[in-house]
Structures are given as C-alpha cells and as structure tokens.
C-alpha cells in the first residue's frame, strides 16, 4: 500500500470517499449496469459486510454519486455568481463553469444525466429513499437557483421578461444535455463546448 | 371484442402496432422496469410465445419503441420544413412540430428521453442489436437534419456562423430535455411549452 493510498484509507470518512470515487470510475467507464458490486470491493480493498456499512447496495451508492454532483453543482454556482452584477455574464460564468470540471467529475456528471429516471419512483428501501429525496430537493434547489439568475436579468431589464421556471429548466436542459454526447477523446475539447454552450444559453434569455 | 378491436387485431402487422401502443401506455404510466411483460400479453389479447413472434424481449419491444419515435421526429421535421423559405422560421416550425404531439407519441417522446442509454452498449441479442442499430442511425441523421437547417441560415446570413454540429445537438438537447419533466397535468400546457422552447431554440441559433 502506498502512503497515498494509506492516507486516503485512514479514516471511515476518506474510505467512503474512496469508495465513491471507484463507483464512478467503474459506472462511468462500463456502465452502472455492467458493474459488479464486487468490484467495488475489491478495488476498495474492503469486504463486501465493510462495503455494506457505507452503502446497502449499488443503487444506494448510485444515488449518492447523484446527490453529490448535484450538491457540487448547485455550490459552484452559487460561489462564481456571487460577486458578479452584470445579468449576462452571470449566465456566462455559470455555464462556463458547469464544463470547468476535472475528468471524474465529468464522469459523475453523465453518470447523473444517465440515471435520472431514478429520481421519479419511491425505493422500497430507506437509505435508497433518503438519498433520493436528498437529490430531489437539490434538483429543485439548483432549478430555483438558475430561475433566479433569470428573474434578476428581467428585473434589471437586461433579459425579456418570461416565464423563468420554464426557461431555467430548458438552460439546465441545454447545459445537461452536453454529458450526454460528450467524450474526452471527441471532435470537440470541453473548451470549445463550454464556449458555444454559455454563448447559446445567454443568447437563450436575453 | 367490439368492432374496433376486432378491426386493430385483424392482421399481423396491426397487432404489432396494438402490441406497441400497449407498452407505450405501460412504458410510460408504471415505468419500463414495472411493467411486467405478460401484462401486455394479457391486455393485447395473446399468449406470451405469440407475443415473442414479434418482439423476442421487453428490451427489444422497447427498443423498437425508440427508433419509432425517431423516425417519426425526423420525418415530420423534413415535411414541415420543406415548405418554408426564412431560416428562422424554418427552426421555429420544427421546434412548435416536436411538440405538437398526440398524448402516446408525447409516452413515446418521454420513454426516448429515459432509456437512451441503452444505444451506448451492444446487444447480445440479434434483433436487439438490429433495433439499436436502426435506432443510433436515426439519431444520427436527426443531428443532421438540424445542422443542416442551422447551416442554411448560416449561408443565408440569418445565423451568425458557429460550430453547427455543436449547435444542433444543443438545440435538440433544450427541446428534448422538456420531456423530462414535461407532464399532462403539470403547471405549462404544452402549447406554452412549446412557444418558449420555440423563442428560446431561435434565439439559440441567431
């Protein structure tokens, strides 16, 4: 074991970390579907009793990735728009910084996009279902954090007035839909992506 | 069994699409993965070996149900927009067209959204994989359906000139991230919906 690994093992806190960052890894590069539990495990350098203490099953640890990008997401929003004042380049900059990510978690992104399905039913189990509920309420928080965006151009006269429930939710479609096509060995660097995707969103509500 | 019922499962090819409609409905109300296969053998009216003729699994029916919905996108997009001179105009009447949709086909729009996911992997299955495969090429030939209607305003000057591969994927991903969260009885009738997304997909490519 390397000193790194052993740090980043020490604490149950950093183990589950390390357990999140292999998901990813796995979920991302062959699909949650084609990913053994097992896996996990192993790569964890864990039993699969330890693995259970920190998630039931795959699905709870797939919720969790979710939450958590979405947390990460509606936190770094709110960081690089704080101190900005102009309507439009506060646009600009969040979308620039939804693609300003390092490759995991880009992973964790598409991971997000790929399984929103799960968001809508009830699970049966109760940390599957806490962990849903959790992402459900980041889901609407980051909805309400965009729209206010929006509204705060309207009301400063910068954007159209429209209705901006539905026009935060067709910019986080634009943004969203990007992981689902995007690879890192693609035609176009995130870069250029990030470019044309923040000029098309403030061109969007202006 | 009425008369009209009689008539919709006359023929082999009309059972297959009472099968379709069947799963849509069941697809799109309770979710792919609970709903059982047998349930639409029950409620069509055949045995499951029957049902098997035209559809070997509930992943192939579902994947027949995709393509479908991509063809039946990419084809009404090139008749509405034949006619039409002004590329602007061009782009708002294909937006206003995916939307103007009959309450299955906007099931049918939903399920594409949910389980795209499934033309990223191979399929061990043969005709599995042959639906997968009608279906990546009709993604494929829809981007560049769009891109070549974005391209055209380009030359024409209506558009300022821009990556128009890029650009048509994000148009396609704000149009069809509505069916996400898109519902009958929610707050925005679809017209509404679809005059926004319209506007927005204008403003997008200008």
Chains 1, 2 share one sequence.
């Not at 947390?71 to 929003?77: A, G, V």
């Not at 506060?90 to 929103?116: G, N, W, Y």
């Amino acid at each position: 074991m390397t000193v790194q690994n052993q740090a980043r093992t020490e604490s149950p806190r950093s183990k589950r970390s390390v357990i999140l960052d292999a998901a990813i890894d796995n979920f991302g590069r062959v699909g949650f579907e084609h990913t053994k539990w097992a896996t996990i495990a192993d790569e964890v350098g864990i039993g699969q009793t330890a693995l259970y203490h920190y998630f039931e099953s795959k699905v709870h640890c797939l919720l969790t990735i979710m939450s958590n990008e979405l947390e990460r997401s509606f936190e770094r929003t709110q960081q690089v728009t704080a101190e900005i004042e102009d309507p439009a380049e506060k646009i600009r900059v969040a979308v620039m910084t939804a693609f300003d990510v390092t490759p995991r978690e880009a992973l964790q992104a598409r991971i997000l996009m790929s399984h929103q399905d799960l968001l809508v039913g009830q699970r049966s189990s109760k940390r599957e279902e806490a962990e849903r509920q959790r992402a459900r309420v980041l889901v609407r928080d980051i909805e309400h954090e965009w729209a206010e965006l929006i509204r705060d151009g309207m009301f400063a006269g910068a954007f159209e007035r429209r209705d901006e429930q539905v026009l935060s939710r067709l910019l986080l479609g634009t943004v969203n839909s990007v992981w689902r096509w995007y690879r890192p060995d693609g035609a176009h660097t995130l870069g250029e992506i990030a470019d044309l995707t923040a000029g098309a969103c403030v061109r969007l509500v202006r």
